[in-house]
């Protein structure tokens, strides 16, 4: 594939470009789950490959994000989300994750958030996962 590539990612949201940098790993796209399945600022846990992901939708776009807070491990997708501001909390001691970036922007957590980029095609949301044995 062509490290610039324009891919569709939904009808109603146009074009997504999906650039590729040498020292990134590879990804491949997994179906996650219909996007029907998904509440508008509620966030919902899918078990994947062992991965526990946390997936909303939020004023038209989709977010995938690690669902384990890093500050304790409890699981984010039970805490709020503040559409307002792109985060969430955890419900268990408060700390709070851009949406965008998984940066933790509150304390008690300290450390980032993985987050996924995603793609909705034909009503079900797909996550880029990095490539088997890549780091």
């Known amino acids: 594939m062509d490290p610039r590539t324009i891919v569709p990612k939904t009808k109603f949201e146009g074009f997504m470009m999906v650039?590729?940098?040498k020292n990134e790993a590879l990804s491949r796209k997994i179906q996650l789950i219909p996007l029907k399945d998904v509440h508008e600022g509620k966030a919902?846990?899918?078990?994947?490959?062992?991965?526990?992901?946390?997936?909303?939708?939020?004023n038209g776009s989709v977010y995938a994000f690690s669902d384990m807070c890093t500050h304790a491990n409890?699981?984010?997708?039970?805490?709020?989300?503040?559409a307002e501001d792109l985060t969430i909390e955890c419900w268990k001691h408060g700390a709070q994750f851009c949406l965008k970036t998984g940066q933790a922007?509150?304390?008690?957590?300290?450390?980032?958030?993985?987050?996924?980029?995603?793609?909705?095609?034909?009503?079900?949301?797909?996550?880029?996962?990095?490539?088997?044995?890549?780091?």
């Open 74 to 82: 409890y699981a984010l997708s039970e805490g709020p989300i503040h």
């Open 44 to 58: 919902k846990r899918v078990e994947i490959e062992g991965l526990r992901i946390a997936v909303t939708y939020i």
């Open 105 to 135: 922007i509150s304390l008690p957590a300290t450390r980032p958030m993985n987050t996924y980029q995603v793609e909705v095609i034909d009503g079900d949301v797909y996550v880029h996962l990095p490539q088997e044995g890549s780091p």
């Open 19 to 21: 650039l590729q940098n």
